[in-house]
């Protein structure tokens, strides 16, 4: 009954957000219930095809042969390209496409190799500067990391996070955002993170303000090693305390609080009540960790960079299918070959990306200077700094040991401070959202430092 009660509100959104589209000029936003159509437009076919099309280069290893139209990385990122093209002439030119590139030598780089990203960049109406990426990485390896002549199919570590991206390009295209869309197909990662470090460099010599990266990296096996299958789980990984943190502002952290609010910690909270309000059956399950124990991924170099960024990892990994020679051992498989992926659990990934970013960059940018002060008073006030094309703040406290948001409070008009009666500062956590006119909301800004996007 419940089921199809949700069914029915869902219906009764989808045509009420096509009404409002109707009656809109193109470039206005339309409201949050866009955001199921959106979900809606996601084809796990597409996703397929991007898949199909990455692993038929054999390998994707950084230092794999670059001059080849049919084998290794050179021609897999003119490949990205070409998509990348293809959707842009499908928008009337919404995307430009850059390369960003850089030499670098290494432990695992002997050569002087030349890392090359393959980014879209679909550029905001109003606040262009303010940028959301979405990454995935384009390289693949074996068991031996410089090997890069053996096949290495890669499918789901990572042509499943690069069609990701493609898809999120292809589907979020059709829309025209307030916030820059940044969609990166990442380049050396399995040499040392060094694609992300060449597109954070060249987000900061754009002068990007990016508030966050979706990094998507082995997104599209819905069985783990032992055999757990959860096909509506997805982990997002994200860090406690900032990269950047200043020895001062870790001091006051540490007695005030905020060791569980970095900016990037709250862009997972963001996630995980999105998936809960526009993805039926579908759970972001955050993890307290910058990344899996002991392991890496280009979200670090964007966090070193001070930028938020999140890892996205599927619920149950398969490491028989990682980093491996393709060879069966003792009646074991190993290697990462299509068959391992799931494609319906792959959309279902790409669906809370998407919604993610187009929240994101419909909403205003997260506020800055939000403050929060009542020591020794029955009342708490939280203050915070106007956000151009805010329509609306809201004040959100929680309890201190709560994993989520728990309660909210509107702040009158276009006021930049709130006091909410009879709350007591110590017992709980407080942060601000700001809201657009349409109702878009922008992920929540802890009070003080600890928060600060
Ligand atoms: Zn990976």
Redesign the pocket.
């Known amino acids: 009954m419940m089921r199809w009660i949700a069914a029915l509100s869902l219906i009764t959104l989808a045509f009420a957000a096509a009404a409002a589209t109707r009656n809109r000029s193109p470039d206005a936003p339309p409201a949050p219930a866009a955001l199921f159509a959106i979900a809606d437009r996601v084809d796990a076919a597409q996703l397929r095809a991007t898949i199909e099309a990455l692993v038929a280069f054999g390998t994707r290893h950084t230092l794999s042969d670059t001059q080849s139209e049919s084998r290794g990385i050179g021609a897999a990122r003119r490949w990205v390209q070409a998509r990348f093209a293809a959707i842009g002439a499908d928008c009337d030119g919404c995307l430009s496409v850059v390369t960003p590139a850089q030499t670098f030598t290494g432990a695992r780089m002997a050569q002087p190799t030349a890392v090359v990203d393959v980014v879209a960049v679909q550029r905001g109406s109003d606040d262009p500067q303010r940028v959301i990426v979405i990454s995935g ?1 384009l390289d693949s390896r074996v068991s031996d990391v410089m090997d890069a002549t053996s096949d290495a199919p890669g499918a789901n ?2 042509a499943s996070g690069v069609a990701a991206v493609i898809e999120a390009a292809r589907v979020l295209s059709k829309y025209r955002f307030r916030a820059t869309l940044v969609y990166a197909a990442l380049s050396g ?2 040499q040392g993170l060094y694609g992300a470090k060449v597109l954070a460099g060249y987000a900061r010599a754009q002068g990007w303000q990016v508030q966050a990266d979706l990094n998507n ?2 997104v599209g096996n819905s069985e783990g090693q032992d055999g757990t299958r959860e096909t509506d789980v997805v982990r997002v990984f994200s860090e406690g305390t900032r990269s950047l943190e200043t020895l001062d502002e870790a001091k006051y952290r540490r007695y005030h609080g905020g060791e569980v609010d970095s900016p990037s910690r709250n862009v997972a909270r963001y996630m995980a009540a999105l998936a809960e309000r526009y993805l039926p059956n579908f759970t972001v399950r955050m993890v307290y960790r910058t990344d899996r124990y002991g392991r890496g ?1 280009d979200e670090v170099p964007f966090l070193e960079a001070g930028y938020p960024a999140v890892r996205v990892t599927e619920a149950h990994e398969n490491y028989a299918r990682q980093h491996q020679d393709l060879r069966s051992e003792n009646g074991v498989r190993y290697g990462d070959t299509i068959d391992g992926v799931d494609f319906a659990y792959l959309a279902r990934v790409t669906r809370l990306n998407a919604i993610t970013m187009a929240q994101m960059a419909w909403a205003p940018a997260p506020p800055d200077g939000v403050d929060v002060e009542g020591a020794l008073r029955a009342d708490t006030t939280v203050k915070w700094n106007a956000v151009p094309g805010a329509a609306a703040y809201r004040v959100w406290w929680r309890d201190t040991t709560a994993a989520q948001w728990q309660h909210s409070r509107d702040a009158d008009g276009k006021a930049t401070s709130l006091v909410l009666q009879n709350v007591v500062v110590d017992d709980q956590f407080f942060g601000v959202s700001s809201v657009s006119a349409e109702g878009f909301e922008s992920p929540v800004v802890f009070a003080g430092a600890a928060g600060r996007f």
């Open positions: 990485h570590d990572d990662e399995e990296d082995i991924g």
